[in-house]
């Protein structure tokens, strides 16, 4: 009998990506999904653009064992209205644990899927 799956989105739009001569982290304060924290962070490695995908307990403290196997589908957003996407299926079963997923390069990113601008609230 196949397990009942849960399913939520995350989303963020990372800023900053055309600021120049920096080593470029963006980090989201993340959400609550099913007694687990999730977060997503984007930085630049070795040339690439690389999205971490965590997954935290809510109280540290918890040393309960748990394993959550998770597929996720990632969408990119091109200036010119194309959209690229990967899929993967991770496992998180650590306490610190989180998962890289290496984009296109980062001069790729910059060129192909930012536009200058600000958005106000």
Not at 46 to 59: F, M, V
Not at 90 to 100: E, G, K, L, S, Y
Request: charged letters at 35%; aromatic letters at 10%.
């Amino acid at each position: 009998m196949e397990a009942f799956k849960k399913t939520f989105t995350l989303s963020r739009v990372f800023d900053g990506l055309l600021d120049d001569g920096v080593d470029y982290v963006d980090c989201s304060d993340g959400e609550d999904h099913f007694g687990m924290h999730w977060s997503l962070s984007l930085s630049q490695l070795d040339g690439y653009a690389q999205l971490n995908i965590s997954c935290d307990r809510p109280d540290p403290d918890d040393q309960e064992d748990y394993c959550i196997e998770a597929k996720y589908d990632m969408i990119l957003y091109f200036k010119n209205d194309e959209i690229g996407s990967k899929d993967q299926k991770v496992v998180f079963d650590d306490p610190d644990d989180d998962h890289q997923v290496r984009l296109v390069s980062w001069d790729h990113l910059q060129r192909k899927c930012s536009a200058k601008g600000e958005v106000k609230k």
